[in-house]
């Protein structure tokens, strides 16, 4: 469905069925270890918090990233080229693309979310601010094979997938991705993306513990989400974040633990917590540059440029397609 705002904005809305969410709480939680998948974090009050988390003082990770873009945005936009379709998959409130749109002049910026009315607010924002852009946005579920809404010929597509969310995805998966993005920009486009680096566990699991707790809100909030929306009765209060690093793997884990037995009921099926079982809710891998690149160049693309901070905390790649 196409729907065409009041400023201007054109939206395709392909968000994701209830029954979607339904289906995969039912089937992380009967399967063991017990899992759901971290794009069911984002309805609008979970896109809220991220934003939060993003100003929290332990979450470098946005502060490093737009700070390497501002620093190398001249260069950034040299690779991405005039004129180019800027998309950005996971597009979140759209603040890291304002670092580009100035220098890049895009032909049209396309942003896509799974989180509806946060995606629509953000475009809104956008189109007050830049009255000369032409914005496209998109409702859609990037774990699925990706579309462009528009594409006008001849005109070159650029992907931006910042914020290190390529790191969500387990290795092989992030491959999967990769080749999708590459084939969505086709022959001659790229891909501008962030990637957290690997580093002390101190400040890695930092970055997920923030002390005022706005990240463990953020994990709860999915209980909250099941409970608002599929006919559940978590009690968030009994079970408690938990986010570590495991050095072997390269990835930080964020859980959600049951701080006692109980049972709770989802949508009429039971289940049975013991205390200290968890419900694994998100990885996030972290790379150095090598391997990250060595995953880009199996999913079809050739490395051209690396930024990165002065402490080796964050890595901006472009790659070519
Ligand atoms: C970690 S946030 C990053 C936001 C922003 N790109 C940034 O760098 O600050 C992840 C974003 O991707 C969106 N997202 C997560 N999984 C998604 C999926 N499967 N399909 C589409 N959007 C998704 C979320 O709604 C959220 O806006």
């Known amino acids: 469905m196409t729907l065409h705002t009041a400023q201007g904005i054109r939206f395709y809305d392909h968000e994701p069925a209830t029954?979607?969410?339904?289906?995969?709480?039912?089937?992380?939680?009967?399967?063991?270890?017990?899992?759901?998948?971290?794009?069911?974090?984002?309805?609008?009050?979970?896109?809220?918090?991220?934003?939060?988390?993003?100003?929290?003082?332990?979450?470098?990770?946005?502060?490093?990233?737009?700070?390497?873009?501002?620093?190398?945005?001249?260069?950034?936009?040299?690779?991405?080229?005039?004129?180019?379709?800027?998309?950005?998959?996971?597009?979140?409130?759209?603040?890291?693309?304002?670092?580009?749109?100035?220098?890049?002049?895009?032909?049209?910026?396309?942003?896509?979310?799974?989180?509806?009315?946060?995606?629509?607010a953000a475009a809104k924002r956008l189109a007050d601010e830049y009255p000369w852009l032409e914005i496209h946005a998109a409702c859609v579920?990037?774990?699925?094979?990706?579309?462009?809404?528009?594409?006008?010929?001849g005109v070159r597509a650029v992907a931006f997938f910042p914020g290190s969310s390529i790191g969500n995805f387990e290795p092989g998966d992030a491959v999967r991705f990769l080749g999708n993005i590459r084939r969505m920009v086709g022959e001659g486009g790229g891909l501008l993306i962030g990637v957290d680096l690997k580093k002390d566990p101190v400040l890695l699991e930092s970055a997920y513990n923030d002390a005022a707790g706005v990240t463990a809100a953020f994990n709860l909030n999915l209980l909250h989400r099941i409970n608002r929306e599929l006919e559940a009765d978590f009690d968030a209060g009994a079970f408690r974040h938990e986010a570590r690093y495991d050095a072997d793997r390269g990835r930080v884990e964020m859980h959600l633990v049951s701080e006692c037995a109980q049972a709770v009921t989802v949508a009429g099926e039971r289940f049975d917590f013991a205390p200290g079982e968890s419900i694994h809710t998100e990885n996030s891998y972290k790379y150095r540059v090598e391997e990250f690149q060595a995953l880009a160049e199996q999913a079809?693309?050739?490395?051209?440029?690396?930024?990165?901070?002065?402490?080796g905390l964050f890595s901006v790649h472009y790659l070519a397609a």
């Open 141 to 153: 579920d990037f774990t699925h094979p990706l579309a462009l809404p528009y594409h006008p010929d």
């Open 300 to 311: 079809g693309f050739r490395p051209e440029a690396v930024w990165t901070d002065a402490a």
């Open 19 to 120: 029954e979607d969410f339904l289906g995969a709480v039912l089937a992380g939680l009967r399967r063991r270890p017990r899992s759901i998948p971290p794009k069911f974090f984002y309805d609008a009050e979970g896109s809220r918090l991220f934003d939060r988390i993003c100003e929290t003082p332990e979450y470098y990770p946005t502060r490093t990233e737009m700070q390497i873009m501002r620093r190398h945005a001249a260069d950034i936009a040299r690779h991405l080229g005039d004129e180019c379709l800027l998309v950005e998959p996971g597009s979140g409130s759209s603040e890291k693309v304002r670092l580009l749109l100035e220098a890049l002049r895009p032909h049209a910026y396309l942003p896509m979310d799974i989180s509806r009315d946060h995606l629509l």
